[in-house]
């Protein structure tokens, strides 16, 4: 394949991503600079590199590198000798997401706890969408560890 059609390739792949990760809660710029990191030639870049790729402005690339950084997606580093500072991304830490998926989990389950004692005037059949949701939370709160575990199981057999 050749250079221009690997770049177009490579784009549209960022597209992908951005459509998928802005489904899941995130901005699409991150999800560009996400899809874009995966499959770049370089894996570490700089915002200047970024803005070039994606054809975005720094100010929406710090946004979205911010963001990738705090979801744990993405790292920050520095080269000895540069002012600028490198991004590149974090394929591994997906236990870290998920736990802190969990964490989300916990704290919605927890939530509808709440509402359930203080809905004591919107209802019976309010109060039982309300426990139906809260029980879908409680049992992913469960079941989460479980995958975890049984993943964790599974790849250390390979």
Known sequence: MEEQDRK????????????????????????????????????????NDLGAALQASKSSLSVATRTLIQYGMLERMSKPGQRRDYFRVRVKPFAEIFNRR??????????????????????????QDLQDVRDRYAFLEDE???????WEVQASRT
């Open 144 to 150: 989460i560890p479980k995958l975890i575990e049984r």
């Open 102 to 127: 969990l964490e989300q989990v916990t704290q919605m389950r927890t939530l509808f706890d709440r509402a359930i004692e203080l809905s004591d005037d919107n209802g019976e059949d309010f109060k």
């Open 8 to 47: 177009i390739k490579r784009r549209e792949f960022a597209e992908k991503c951005a459509l998928i990760l802005e489904s899941q809660g995130l901005s699409r710029m991150a999800g560009r600079v996400y899809g874009w990191l995966l499959v770049a030639d370089t894996k570490e870049q700089t915002l």
